[in-house]
């Protein structure tokens, strides 16, 4: 039975807030775990307490300080590119770019060749990291590494601030007056690995293929670095990196997650929204010198995402590295652009990136 979607700017705005009708209290994923993922698989109160726990480690005051190192470490992954001469934009610089921001941000330096292991999707981290040729889902992978990870957290327990790292400061968290229990720890944890990871990968990537091929917009952004946020924002409403996300109706919810019938969700697409021809009558262009208009990429209203200020310094620590000092990168070869469809408001197809599988460049 094919699944209700709520298509189009407005419509999917409006069901978005409405979290009475349109409820995040459900279970995502549930061909690789069995926990929740916090807070986004909740409803207010419950959602409310646990983002307000989590988000001072999203916060500007937070990420603004390891800027400098976002940048350093853009120096270094393009430095090396050119040294090699050509290279893969997105497993040579936007994967290794983002884990290794991941590991500032964590302070989780020693995790950085693990993360990096898993590839881009930690649902496919044991495939990818075998040399697989098809990924398949599988949560051992992330499982193990939180068993891992919570078991050193509490059994050494780092009450310091200035000495704690991500997981100590997880596996410490109260919530509403009490300690979060260890399937609570997995559902934030799960937000932190998962939810910045390949939809990040893909921004920079767009970005990059983008500036490679488009002398006169390289140039403009060059010249004017005010211009980065509108850009990025502009990308993120393109490539629309979470195409659609599930929520559940009021009449469809039950106490356990396992006597639900998830055929029953209804899907708000995000990419239909964002490709809104009412809205942006040529959606399906990018274009950074277009009227600003808000996107709904990174969700709406309570549920949005908690990432995106960490996306946006993420994503501006490495133009301002690339374009500073242009690498003269040309194409090598035809990028592999794998392309996937949705339906818009009006049944009308919407042709959008799915995912960037090569990037070839090479120094010209």
Not at 58 to 63: D, N, P, T, Y
Not at 273 to 288: E, G, L, P
Not at 321 to 347: C, K, R, T, Y
Not at 348 to 355: P, Q
């Amino acid at each position: 039975m094919e699944r209700k979607e709520i298509r189009g700017y407005d419509a999917v705005r409006n069901a978005a807030k409405d979290f009475d009708t349109y409820s995040s209290d459900l279970l995502g994923d549930r061909d690789v775990r069995s926990y929740r993922q916090l807070p986004l698989e909740a409803d207010p109160p419950r959602h409310t307490s646990f983002r307000s726990a989590v988000q001072p480690l999203f916060l500007s005051a937070a990420i603004e300080p390891k800027v400098p190192q976002f940048e350093a470490l853009a120096k270094k992954l393009i430095a090396e590119l050119n040294a090699r001469g050509s290279g893969d934009i997105a497993s040579e610089i936007s994967l290794p770019f983002v884990i290794g921001c991941l590991a500032i941000i964590y302070d989780r330096p020693q995790d950085y060749e693990e993360w990096l292991s898993w590839g881009p999707d930690v649902w496919t981290a044991d495939s990818h990291s075998s040399g697989a040729s098809e990924h398949i889902r599988d949560g051992k992978t992330l499982q193990a590494y939180l068993d891992r990870v919570f078991d050193a957290a509490q059994a050494n327990l780092v009450t310091d601030p200035d000495k704690q790292d991500v997981w100590d400061v997880v596996s410490q968290l109260k919530v509403d007056g009490g300690p979060i229990t260890r399937y609570e720890m997995q559902g934030i944890a799960n937000v932190l690995l998962a939810g910045g990871r390949d939809t990040v990968i893909k921004l920079l990537t767009g970005l990059t293929w983008h500036l490679v091929g488009n002398d006169d917009d390289r140039e403009f952004l060059k010249s004017n670095q005010d211009w980065f946020n509108r850009t990025i924002a502009e990308m993120v409403r393109f490539l629309s990196p979470l195409p659609k996300m599930e929520r559940v109706l009021e009449a469809d919810k039950t106490a356990s997650d396992a006597d639900r019938d998830a055929s029953k969700y209804v899907l708000l697409s995000f990419v239909s929204a964002n490709h809104d021809k009412s809205i942006w009558s040529d959606a399906d262009r990018f274009d950074m010198h277009r009227e600003r208009k808000p996107h709904l990429a990174f969700g709406f209203g309570r549920h949005s995402c908690m990432g995106m200020n960490i996306t946006e310094h993420e994503a501006g620590a490495f133009l301002r590295v690339l374009l500073n000092d242009w690498p003269n990168w040309i194409f090598d070869g035809e990028p592999e652009i794998e392309w996937a469809s949705a339906q818009a408001a009006d049944g009308s197809e919407i042709k959008f990136i799915d995912r960037f599988k090569s990037l070839k460049v090479t120094t010209s």
